[in-house]
C-alpha cells in the first residue's frame, strides 16, 4: 500500500473478490484536465514517490505547487504539503479532489488540517485559470487520456495491443439529480449541481474524434456521472456519428430514469454497451 496509484476496481468495486478482484490503474484525470487548460508552463507527477516529489520542487523553482488527493489519501496529502513547506516555501500551495470535501480540513481544530494556502472545492480548471489571470470560460481542451494502464487478474498481465483500451472523455462533471446517498454533485458546487464542459453533441464528436485519430481507439470510457440525462446532447452526437458512419462503443454512467428516455434501438445505435447504475 505504500505506492498506490488509483485504482477504481480493486481499491472499491471488486475488492471483496479476493485472488479474483481485477487488478487496472488509472491516471488522475482531473490534473491532467488542469494542465490541458491552462497555458502557464506546468509539470504534472501521478502519484510520484516521496523521493521523486521532494526532488522535483528542490531543482525546480515553483510559483504554485497543487495537490490532488482521495479522501483515503488525506495523510499522504497532508504530508506533501509539509514537504512542500519545507523544501519549496516561495511556493503558493493549493489543494484540490475529493479530500477537500472533509469537514474542518481548512481549520486547525479537528485533526483534520491541512497546510495549504487554498482549498479549492469543485472545478479547479476554472479556478486555476481565474487565479493566473487567464479567462475562466475560454472552451475545455480535453487531454488524450487512456482510460487503463496495468491490467492483470490473478497475477497474469493482459497484454493489449494499441487501441484496444479504450479513451477516457469527461463531458460533465457533478449530477443535477443530488440523491442523498451520493456526494457526487457536492463536489461541484453542492447538491443537484453538476458542469457541463461541452454542451452539444457537435462538442462532444470534436473531442471524441480527436481522440480516435491520436489514441487509434473506437471504445469510449465516458466519465459522466449520468450521461444519458442529457438526452439532447446524446442525440445530437448520434447523428453526428450515423452522419460520419462512426460505430463506436461507450461505456457509460447512468440512473434509471435517464435510460428509460431512449429505446433499445437509439442505446444500440450510440454504442452503448455497458451501463455503470448506482443503487441505494
Known sequence: RRSNPMELYHNQVTRAQGAFSLRMFHRSW???????????????????????????????????????SIIVNVGKAREMCRVARELSPHSTIVLGGHVTA??????DTNG??????????????????QYLGEDPTAPIRHPHIVSGFGTRAM??????????????????VGCPLGCNFCTTSAFFGGKGKFLNFYNTGDELFDV??????????SSFFIMDENFLLHRRRAMELLARMKEAGKAWAMYVFASANAIRKYSMKELVELGVSWIWMGLE
Open 208 to 217: 471524441m474524434c480527436d481522440a480516435e485519430s491520436s489514441l487509434k481507439v
Open 102 to 107: 472533509i469537514p474542518g480540513i481548512e481549520h
Open 155 to 172: 497475477g497474469m498481465k493482459e497484454h493489449t495491443a494499441p487501441g484496444r483500451i479504450a479513451a477516457t472523455i469527461i463531458p460533465s
Open 30 to 68: 482531473g490534473i491532467m484536465m488542469i494542465q490541458e487548460n491552462i497555458t502557464a508552463p506546468c509539470t504534472v507527477l501521478d502519484f510520484p514517490t516521496r523521493e521523486a516529489f521532494a526532488r522535483e520542487v528542490t531543482e525546480n523553482h515553483y510559483d504554485i505547487i497543487g495537490i490532488s
Open 112 to 129: 483534520n488540517f491541512v497546510d495549504a494556502d487554498h482549498i479549492v472545492k469543485g472545478d479547479g480548471i476554472s479556478w486555476m485559470r
